[in-house]
């Protein structure tokens, strides 16, 4: 996660933990972002040579992946709000309900996590268990009043909670597991490059020195190799969950100046974003019009089946498919057809930069859309100024570029400007593939500093003034070039001086 004094860099015990295996490796650690529920298939895609955020060692994930030597015992630890402690003396008075009705409490936990099979182990049924995205949104939901339990692993729950006055973590469950890196099967090389590097880490002491530090060591951890130096013990004060750690103060210190100037600078990317999509989707939509009032069907067709097909799926689904399915069919293809694969790398060519597919998916999105608004426009003007100019000795070109698509375009305009507008927005969903957009650094530092509801006000502001600067551009720029849409100061104006 984003540090809060310092947006662009990464802060975490796991960052930490591969900075030292990168030392011990010599080899440079580069970060890769991307949704908690899509890292597998970021690492299997070739994006990312390994996966490492809190997986806990599973066998559903073992049919997937490879797994490292473990690096971290964890528990998992009940959470309740602290005005409910006299309600809930412990765990099992929220199991079958505390009045004996036979009710479960509801609870929240992360998606995807060991800790939904922990619950139904405990019996909680599936509709009592409410699963999220990421590991704070089930703390905001147990403070709402949403959810009156919440189980996680022992490390999110000390972060999370471990230091807010409305909570408070209850006593572990003893359900323990272990996290481990995440590897591409087969990938043994890197794999037992990282294990030997990790053991290195363990015996020397200094993994022990990073847990204590970010305060989530427990005894436990000793029971997977990690060795504790003499003395680190005393000079913690021997405090093994208590909050307020080096590491966890830095992830949590906050300060606006630096946070606005951080989503100042993500604004960046989304204007080119949108100002390179924009465009694209206005050229492709024009081709798409043009092909779907063809009267030949070989080239209307295919034209009308891409605009059904992609008006037909979220926008979010052709973000997943293009960024982690075209390498994946990459690896397939370079598996399966060895005589392709001694010609192309395949694999690379359909891996693209996660800026590139942003731009690819919203102007080819977005395409579909203007083809409509594109084709209605043509249509809008009268048949017989394309009739007239053919009988002048125009050529069906020529009437198309010179008569149809300039007066066309006047219709077209407007809904061209709201369209622009609503890009600027839907910009925010590239978020996920991690591209560095106003979005994706707010909830960044929002989730780092427990402040998502502040800083998305925040951001919220910057898209306002994006989108107002944006329709104030274009609705000068068309009443520049004289299209018909006029600002309404102007208008004003303009209708005065005519009485």
């Not at 989530?216 to 504790?228: D, K």
């Not at 067709?301 to 075209?326: C, H, I, K």
């Not at 409509?372 to 198309?400: M, N, Y």
């Amino acid at each position: 996660m984003p540090k809060a004094d310092d947006p662009d860099a990464l802060t975490g015990f796991e960052i930490e933990l591969m900075d030292a295996i990168g030392r011990a490796l010599d080899l440079r650690v580069e970060p890769v972002l991307g949704d908690w529920l899509a890292l597998v298939d970021l690492m299997k895609s070739g994006r990312a040579d390994l996966a490492i955020n809190g997986f806990e060692v599973t066998e559903e994930r073992a049919a997937e992946v490879d797994f490292s030597a473990p690096y971290y015992v964890y528990d998992q630890q009940p959470t309740i709000r602290a005005a409910d402690r006299a309600r809930f003396g412990d765990f099992a008075s929220m199991r079958g309900g505390a009045d004996g009705t036979g009710t479960f409490v509801p609870v929240a936990t992360l998606n995807g996590a060991a800790s939904v099979d922990v619950l139904l182990e405990f019996g909680w049924p599936r509709e009592a268990i409410r699963e999220y995205d990421d590991g704070l949104a089930p703390y905001a939901e147990l403070k709402a009043g949403r959810v009156d339990l919440v189980v996680q692993d022992g490390v999110v729950a000390q972060y999370y909670a471990g230091g807010d006055p409305e909570l408070v973590n209850l006593a572990p469950l003893g359900q323990t597991g272990t996290y481990a890196a995440l590897f591409r099967k087969g990938d043994a090389a890197l794999r037992g490059e990282f294990d030997r590097a990790l053991a290195g880490l363990k015996s020397s002491g200094e993994l022990a020195a990073l847990y204590r530090r970010w305060k989530i060591w427990t005894p436990e951890q000793a029971s997977i190799g990690i060795v504790e130096r003499v003395g680190d013990s005393v000079a913690t004060g021997g405090s093994e969950t208590a909050a307020g750690a080096d590491g966890v103060d830095a992830a949590r210190a906050f300060a606006w100046p630096a946070v606005l100037w951080a989503l100042a600078k993500a604004c960046v990317n989304t204007i080119l974003l949108t100002v390179l999509a924009m465009p694209l989707a206005v050229v492709v939509g024009v081709a798409l019009a043009i092909a779907m009032r063809s009267a030949r069907r070989r080239i209307a067709w295919p034209a009308r089946a891409y605009v059904a097909l992609v008006r037909g799926t979220p926008l979010l689904v052709q973000l997943y498919l293009v960024y982690y399915s075209l390498p994946a069919l990459g690896l397939w293809l370079a598996g399966e057809i060895p005589s392709l694969a001694a010609i192309l790398d395949v694999q690379a060519a359909l891996t693209w930069p996660a800026f590139l597919v942003a731009i690819v998916v919203l102007a080819g999105n977005y395409g579909a859309y203007e083809a409509e608004v594109q084709r209605a426009g043509l249509e809008s003007v009268p048949d017989g100024q394309r009739r007239a100019a053919l009988a002048l000795g125009f050529t069906h070109r020529t009437t198309l570029w010179r008569i149809e698509l300039p007066q066309g375009f006047r219709t077209m305009l407007p809904a061209t400007i709201n369209d622009l507008n609503s890009m600027i927005k839907d910009s925010s969903l590239v978020s996920l593939i991690a591209v560095p957009e106003l979005m994706q650094v707010a909830l960044g530092i929002g989730k780092a500093t427990f402040m998502v509801p502040a800083v998305l006000v925040a951001a919220a502001a910057y898209y306002l003034v994006l989108s107002l600067v944006a329709d104030r551009l274009a609705r000068r720029l068309a009443a520049a070039r004289g299209l018909g849409i006029v600002p309404g100061a102007q208008r004003g104006a303009l209708a005065g001086g005519a009485r």
